[in-house]
């Protein structure tokens, strides 16, 4: 059993989500590897946020598109989670890929581009990886069909997964079909038998979100290639006495 312990949106039961402190604590945890989300601000500038709107997670409001960087590097992105954390910032993706590039992790980076489509968002964040050095450690992956199509030309170098919570009979054809090389699935579309249609077809499998015993025993048992999760040191914890 090798199932890799990635960090969803960093360690981020116990830190802000997609900011350096939830990043710091699943590095020292000795997570596998981070996953995280990725818009473009107005001024199309690549950043990390989960939301379109900057409002649950920072003391802004407003779409992410409607802001430039410069607005939005000036909310706090700390203190709805906790008063320990006042004063931490939105980080755009290149001061992410300037912090990850000399740490041994896997990085898988969610384009959130199925409610809105940004235009050039699959080679703004291809370049950055270019430029970082960091292509051959990264799978780029998304809810939307068609990006995953745009990203086709990019999947020789790059991992690219097609990210679904939907039951579709013939998922892992459907995925390869749009050129991912890799299916992120949410917990509750695992089973036995696409896992093994995975491992046939030589796609990695990873399943999302997963914070308890039981699901992870599951993902352990059939051998996922990674979990998602926010709390890497219970993960990596119950992986070692597995
Ligand atoms: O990439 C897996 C997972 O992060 C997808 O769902 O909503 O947490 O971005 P969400
Ligand atoms: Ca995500």
């Not at 920072?58 to 992410?64: A, Q, S």
């Not at 999760?229 to 993960?235: F, G, H, L, N, S």
Request: charged content about 25%.
């Amino acid at each position: 059993m090798n199932t890799n312990i990635i960090a969803h949106r960093g360690a981020s039961k116990y830190a802000p989500e997609n900011t350096l402190p939830a990043f710091e604590l699943a590095y020292q945890m000795k997570a596998n590897g981070i996953e995280t989300d990725v818009q473009l601000t107005k001024d199309n500038i690549p950043i990390l946020i989960h939301d379109e709107k900057v409002n649950r997670t920072t003391n802004g409001t407003g779409y992410v598109k409607d802001l430039t960087y410069r607005e939005i590097k000036v909310l706090d992105a700390g203190s709805w989670f906790s008063s320990d954390f006042t004063g931490t910032t939105i980080l755009s993706l290149e001061e992410f890929l300037e912090w990850i590039r000399f740490k041994p992790l896997y990085l898988n980076i969610e384009l959130k581009n199925n409610k809105i489509d940004y235009k050039h968002l699959e080679s703004i964040v291809y370049e950055n990886l270019m430029k970082y050095q960091l292509l051959d450690r990264t799978t780029l992956s998304t809810f939307n069909p068609s990006s995953v199509e745009r990203l086709k030309p990019m999947n020789q170098s790059i991992g690219v997964a097609f990210l679904t919570s939907k039951k579709k009979s013939n998922l892992v054809s459907h995925a390869k079909k749009l050129g991912a090389n890799a299916l992120h699935i949410k917990y509750k579309l695992l089973n036995k038998a696409l896992v093994e249609k995975c491992q046939q077809q030589k796609m990695p499998v990873r399943v999302y979100t997963i914070n308890k015993e039981p699901s992870m025993k599951k993902c352990f048992s059939l051998n996922c290639d990674a979990i998602f999760t926010d709390v890497p040191d219970i993960a990596l914890n119950y992986r070692n006495n597995f």
